[in-house]
């Protein structure tokens, strides 16, 4: 298997990524589609939508083979969260 080598800094993809989701993707794939994972190619702004990043990415990556990938959760600010959110308790 390959090494694919990062092309651009985190800063760099990230404002990429966000720009194609605003102008491009973001009104194709919110409808019905909440909390599903895209995957954009910032070169090409190729995209796949998936359940998780895994199976995003691997869609994306059959098609574009040496894609830079950066990821979105559809309807949220963050692919992951950490840490537990649990209901709150009644005293």
């Given at each position: 298997?390959?090494?694919?080598?990062?092309?651009?800094?985190?800063?760099?993809?990230?404002?990429?990524?966000?720009?194609?989701?605003?102008?491009?993707?973001?009104?194709?794939?919110?409808?019905?589609?909440?909390?599903?994972?895209?995957?954009?190619?910032?070169?090409?702004?190729?995209?796949?939508?998936a359940?998780?990043?895994l199976?995003?990415?691997?869609?994306?990556?059959?098609?574009?083979?040496?894609?830079?990938?950066?990821?979105?959760?559809?309807?949220?600010?963050?692919v992951?969260?950490?840490?537990?959110?649990?209901?709150?308790?009644?005293?």
């Open positions: 298997m390959a090494i694919r080598q990062r092309r651009y800094p985190k800063e760099e993809l990230a404002r990429r990524g966000k720009e194609l989701y605003e102008s491009q993707i973001r009104q194709q794939v919110e409808p019905n589609n909440f909390g599903k994972i895209v995957a954009i190619d910032v070169e090409t702004g190729a995209f796949e939508v359940d998780d990043t199976v995003a990415s691997d869609r994306l990556l059959e098609r574009c083979p040496d894609a830079q990938t950066w990821f979105i959760r559809i309807g949220h600010r963050g992951h969260r950490f840490g537990w959110r649990g209901l709150s308790e009644k005293a």
